[in-house]
């Protein structure tokens, strides 16, 4: 059975940092495309970064720059490192997987497994 959890939310002032984590189980998270998404009160979920199995990534334009997606292969880990963290990023973030190695789609229903999320709140 596939498992992902997320960690490492929290608060933090404007400008500062955040890495998150998604610990996987059940499969190798370096053999397959994984993603991670925000969903903000009364928004859309959001798709905002992508790694495919052969490292390859995509970015929202709203994190460009700033966020880092990237795997601990060792630890079969997802993170997402946040830089320049603005108000406008609060949200749940959820990363999640789909058994396949290419990235097709940053859209949230082309992904099959899905973690339970984890809180990052940024004040002014």
């Known amino acids: 059975q596939v498992q992902l959890v997320e960690s490492g939310g929290g608060s933090v002032q404007a400008g500062g940092s955040l890495r998150l984590s998604c610990a996987a189980s059940?499969?190798?998270?370096?053999?397959?495309?994984m993603g991670w998404f925000r969903q903000a009160p009364g928004k859309e979920r959001e798709g905002i970064a992508q790694?495919?199995?052969?490292?390859?990534?995509t970015y929202a334009d709203s994190v460009k720059g700033r966020f880092t997606i990237s795997r601990d292969n060792a630890k079969n880990t997802l993170l997402l490192q946040m830089n320049s963290l603005k108000p406008d990023d609060t949200a749940m973030y959820y990363c999640a997987a789909r058994p396949i190695t290419y990235c097709t789609s940053l859209q949230s229903n082309w992904f099959q497994w899905w973690g339970q999320g984890t809180q990052v709140t940024v004040g002014s």
């Open positions: 790694i495919d199995g052969f490292g390859g990534t």
């Open positions: 059940g499969y190798a998270t370096r053999n397959y495309c």
